[in-house]
Nanobody
């Protein structure tokens, strides 16, 4: 299993980025995918989760406030996180992870610590300058 994030970078406050998570080595359509982020010295937190292709549903953490949009392209085995109106507090390393055990995406985003290590990407840095 391999998950590879890309699309991070340096952007000014109010700017936009689109993150991509490309998956391989798994039956992509059967997996729910989540985006998570972590600031050094702080705990990792959930950003958004999208269900598998067969039961489409989406969950966002409150701080997203309508600024981010998660989507998936099953043909490309890719999940995207479109981030708009970025704020300095969005600065973090963003990770994607995959799991198919949770019955809802909300549960996946709440219990992401249970996702096995092999189902996490290496992360992509997002830096938002004030």
């Amino acid at each position: 299993v391999q998950l590879v994030e890309s699309g991070g970078g340096l952007v000014q406050s109010g700017g936009s980025l689109r993150l991509s998570c490309v998956a391989s080595g798994l039956d992509f359509e059967r997996f729910s995918i989540g985006w998570f982020r972590q600031v050094p010295g702080k705990e990792r937190e959930a950003v958004s989760c999208i269900s598998n292709a067969h039961t489409p549903s989406i969950w966002y953490e409150n701080f997203v406030e309508g600024r981010f949009a998660i989507s998936r392209d099953n043909a490309k085995k890719t999940v995207y996180l479109e981030m708009n109106n970025l704020k300095a507090e969005d600065t973090a390393v963003y990770y994607c992870a995959a799991d198919r055990r949770f019955t809802t995406v909300q549960m996946m985003c709440y219990l992401f610590q249970m996702i096995e290590n092999d189902y996490w990407g290496q992360g992509t840095q997002v830096t938002v300058s004030p």
